[in-house]
């Protein structure tokens, strides 16, 4: 641990806990938006699996009747306005990554906007949806949420157990026992956590949507391109079905640009959708998609559906 650092997440913690504790005795409001919201999010900063379980649930509430729309704070998005309604056909560059990603993957409303009120709002408004869902958002206390899920990384959990700057935690634990459900990705569930997996089985060619299996790609020349949270994760999955690979790590969120990967332009390369979707434009022609399939425990998707309903 760095032990310098401690005092300044003192600080941190303070702020936090006098934030909640306005919000918990009036003098700080949250607001209704007219319909159920699902928050889903986590403590620590880096991916933990966040943002493909608000797809996974997206469309499971879809599938049961609901029309639901998703808000996101749309990091690194270069948008001159909001609230922001994604039409599909933008550039990464202008609404980011995650939400770009989101409404691929769904097919549903997504709006863009840090203010999660407001964007709920607009979501409401102009879209006619009854549920939102929202992508991240654990720490926007003026957003009332009918439904409080956190996502934990199974391997890493909680690291230090230390606040920012100090560890990776932006609130503490203790937070848990308030949230309704703790879903962990990977590793084992504890007593009272829900499983999550993530697998993946098959590559897809940017270029032509050509599809193949994993299989296809072991015993040649792969290179391995991320710019996400947790890296470690994607490559451990990519090694447990016997391909070995070149690795070429961003930052999480990384802006793509043609010269990053021009050296890559006539190899075979590997990608998340979280890059693919920055990569797309430029693509070589032997560049793959490797779509992470999740699974969840089927007692949380019932205790969802019913939490939902109550």
């Known amino acids: ?161 230390q606040l920012l700057p100090a560890g990776p935690l932006r609130e503490h634990q203790k937070c848990l026992v308030t949230s309704d459900f703790i879903v962990t990705n990977g590793g084992n569930a504890r007593s009272g956590e829900y499983q999550m997996r993530t697998s993946i089985k098959y590559a897809v060619r940017l270029v032509d949507g050509e599809r193949r299996d994993l299989s296809c790609f072991s015993s040649q020349k792969i290179h391995v391109v991320t710019g996400i949270g947790n890296s470690e994760s994607f490559f451990s999955e990519l090694e447990a079905v016997g391909i070995q690979f070149f690795r070429r790590c961003f930052p999480d969120h990384h802006s793509y640009r043609p010269s990053d990967l021009r050296g890559l332009t006539s190899q075979k390369v590997l990608m998340t959708s979280k890059d693919a979707v920055k990569c797309r434009q430029f693509s070589g022609p032997d560049w793959w998609v490797v779509p992470q399939e999740v699974e969840i425990d089927n007692a949380f998707k019932n205790d969802f559906l019913t939490a939902i309903k109550q």
């Not at 990603?101 to 407001?118: A, G, H, W």
């Not at 992508?135 to 926007?140: A, P, V």
Request: aromatic share 8%.
């Open 1 to 161: 641990m760095l032990y310098f650092l401690w005092p300044f997440s003192l600080i941190y913690r303070i702020v936090i806990e006098l934030r909640k504790s306005a919000y918990r005795v009036g003098i700080l409001r949250s607001f209704d938006v007219g319909v159920p919201v699902v928050v889903v999010g986590n403590l620590t900063v880096g991916g933990t699996g966040k943002t493909p379980l608000v797809a996974e649930l997206v469309r499971l509430l879809s599938r049961e009747g609901y029309s639901p729309g998703i808000v996101s704070r749309g990091y690194k998005a270069q948008i001159p306005k909001h609230p922001y309604l994604l039409v599909g056909k933008e550039s990464p560059a202008l609404v980011g990554d995650e939400p770009l990603l989101l409404y691929e993957k769904t097919n549903r409303p997504v709006m863009i906007d840090p203010n999660r009120v407001r964007a709920c709002r607009e979501l409401v408004d102009k879209c006619e949806v009854d549920i939102v869902v929202s992508d991240d958002g654990l720490q926007h206390l003026r957003m009332e949420r009918s439904v409080e899920i956190v996502v934990v990384d199974g391997c890493r959990r909680f690291g230090n157990d």
